[in-house]
């Protein structure tokens, strides 16, 4: 019987330990390699700013207390502990009415994702379908995915132009009275829910066309042997089999309109009517004659908390769902 003293095991471990790794690396260098400057660019221009924005949302700075080489200024700002979360978090219109804006941005994001899924969906199982000019269709209705937001932001800001706008034009040649779509009522953010629905439609439309493609035909043709009406096969088949592609796309939705910012401030500017908590958080940094950073960057780190919180909880739900399947 051969007894191995503890110091002699321990150094074998180690060994063993560096061998497997050394292996390892030797397997998946490639890999690290073509990876690394992907995470070196994202740690860069992400984590950077995120971490520098954290930090700002301790302090008080603004543009007359951060550091200006040109006028030789040193940074003066000080650091406020959670001032700056108790009185965003307050509701006081001095900064923002968080909590009003925060409903108005929940109502925006969940009108947007709404129509966007089920307009897409809509859309989706039509062009599933054998048809004519099918392809026709698909090119069409993909196009305004394919404008630049910023030119739609603008082209959708003439049409709905209360003075001059060709939908006004429209409304007053079949009698009905002109509307200032995009004024200081709640009429401009329906105006931009419209616009950003028109925008997002594609999106889905494309992911769940995809979705529908993989789902089995012999499911269908099964479920109509077993004398399954169409609503049935939608809601038995279709659906279930969308499930995956659904919870992916619903939640790129969701985090995409919640910071859609260019729809919002390009057609309707300082609005509060409109205004959700990313645009009043660009306000704030950039402003007025003290753009205050430490505000914006509260915003920022809030948003960032919200849209966490709602990817933890749509990923409960989604594992919960197929522990069910």
Known sequence: MVVTSPATASGTARTRGRGRAARFLERYWYVYAMTLPVVVVLGTLVVLPLLQGLYFSFTDINANNIANPVLDRP?????????????????????????????????????????????????????HRRMRLRSLYRVLLILPWAVPVFVSAFAWKYLLNARFGPVNWLLETVGLPPQVWLGQSNLALVSVITVNVWLGVPFMMVALLGGLQSISPQLYEAAEIDGATPWQRFREVTLPGLRPVSGTVVLLGVIWTFNMFPVIYLMTGNNPHTRILVTYAFERFFAGATRDYAIASTYGVLILSVLLVFATIHRRVMRKQGEDL
Do not use: D, E, Q
């Open 75 to 127: 940074a003066t700002y000080r650091g406020v502990g959670l001032t700056n979360y108790l009185n965003i978090l307050s509701g006081g219109s001095a900064y923002g009415s968080f909590w009003a804006t925060l409903a108005r941005t929940l109502i925006w994001t969940f009108a947007c994702v709404f129509f966007h899924y089920t307009i897409g969906l809509a859309l989706a199982v039509l062009l």
